[in-house]
């Protein structure tokens, strides 16, 4: 079992940039793939970015392709997402979820943060 728990969410201008941290409990973080995921107020969960367990294999959401950065760390047990060229459409909570094999689909993730909330005013 992981718990996971995000930060870095906040207000930023659009063309601005954040970094969402995402800390899990655990000896075995690097066995799990980690996803981001996202939900805009009355839509539905949406995925942005995936990275498996040794870092070595990333994803993007066609959306965020060349805007934003998975990785992680995994002497540390974090996950990171850097944000950049932010825009009003990206505005959602954010969520970082971990599962045991190469996903996209929220639903097939076992384990959930609690999620940060990021706001891009136009």
């Known amino acids: 079992q992981v718990q996971l728990v995000e930060s870095g969410g906040g207000l930023v201008e659009a063309g601005g940039s954040l970094r969402l941290s995402c800390a899990a409990s655990?000896?075995?973080?690097?066995?799990?793939?980690m996803g981001w995921f996202r939900q805009a107020p009355g839509k539905e969960r949406e995925f942005v970015a995936v990275?498996?367990?040794?870092?070595?294999?990333?994803y993007y959401a066609d959306s965020v392709k060349g805007r934003f950065t998975i990785s992680r760390e995994n002497a540390k047990n974090t996950v990171y997402l850097q944000m950049n060229s932010l825009k009003p459409e990206d505005s959602a909570d954010y969520y970082c979820?971990?599962?045991?094999?190469?996903?996209?689909?929220?639903?097939?993730?076992?384990?959930w943060g609690q999620g940060t909330q990021v706001t891009v005013s136009s």
């Open positions: 979820a971990a599962r045991g094999t190469w996903s996209l689909k929220p639903y097939e993730y076992l384990y």
């Open positions: 655990g000896r075995t973080f690097s066995t799990y793939v």
């Open positions: 990275i498996s367990g040794s870092g070595g294999r990333t």
